[in-house]
């Protein structure tokens, strides 16, 4: 029984957290305002089922693990350059847009038909991995659809902890309501799991890694795939959250009546 796995992580690109994003209309539809010159990190929830996926593959040996990303190819590039260096992956690009107003189903379709084209990937010993949330949309559908695409029916969402057991079945722990887990068995490959934060820190860059991945990163953005996203969607508009602060300074006031009232506001939710 061969005992390794064929991972498979699924990650887009989503411009800095720090920076701040102004939607526009544009001529192909919404937007973001300079959007070409946002600096741009890979999407936080699927940086982590990299690290997973790493990281498992990291104990079983024969194990390999391929990033399929959908985004422009030279941000993609911009990205890489850090991501190499977190962990050993075989990237697998599509040149397209990495906008948050894509369409999920056409998304899916391109990253599903690209996973299909990886020559060497064997289907029996296939985990799909992803971000359970996205930075760019939280569509929540993208992974899914994927899967269903590639007949992957054993799917997982939330998940936080994959354990394999010594019979190499899967114990996988899902988030639920009040801060619990739902525990999972799964009898192994084929599965899907859509990662929330997972138990793991960010890995510490390591130049030799990152050396040994930009030698096959260079020639596979190369030889990236163009798709053309269709739009299927149409936006009234799109605008900003707007903040809200609802701020009041009270000195030398006792310390039982300002219990008190944090009290009642609390029960008034």
């Not at 070409?36 to 693990?65: F, I, K, Q, T």
Request: aromatic share 6%; with cysteine; proline share 7%.
């Amino acid at each position: 029984m061969n005992n390794s796995y064929h991972i498979v992580v699924c990650a887009g690109i989503v411009p800095d957290p720090l920076q701040t994003l102004e939607p526009i209309t544009t001529p192909t539809g919404p937007g973001l305002k300079n959007e070409m010159m946002l600096p741009a990190v890979l999407d936080p929830w699927a940086s982590h089922a990299l690290y997973e996926a790493a990281n498992l593959a990291s104990h079983l040996p024969g194990s390999r693990v391929w990033l399929v990303s959908a985004a422009p190819k030279a941000k993609l590039q911009q990205v890489m350059m850090n991501v190499a260096q977190k962990a050993s992956f075989e990237l697998v690009p599509i040149d397209a847009p990495a906008s948050g107003f894509s369409d999920s189903h056409e998304v899916a379709k391109n990253l599903a038909d690209a996973i299909a084209g990886i020559s060497q990937l064997d289907r029996s010993r296939l985990l799909l991995f992803g971000g359970w949330e996205s930075a760019s949309r939280g569509a929540g559908v993208t992974m899914q659809l994927v899967g269903e695409q590639l007949g992957t029916t054993d799917q997982f969402q939330g998940v936080d902890q994959l354990t394999v057991r010594p019979d190499y079945s899967f114990e996988i722990l899902e988030r639920i309501e009040g801060g619990r887990h739902m525990a999972s068995i799964c009898q192994g490959p084929p599965a899907l799991l859509g990662w929330a934060t997972g138990n793991l820190a960010e890995p510490r860059n390591n130049p030799q890694i990152g050396m040994a991945n930009m030698r096959t990163i260079i020639p596979a953005l190369q030889k990236a795939k163009t798709a053309v996203l269709a739009q299927n969607l149409h936006f009234a508009g799109v605008t900003p959250p707007k903040q809200q602060r609802q701020t009041r300074i009270v000195k030398d006031r006792p310390v039982d009546e300002i219990v008190a009232e944090l009290a009642e506001w609390i029960a008034q939710d």
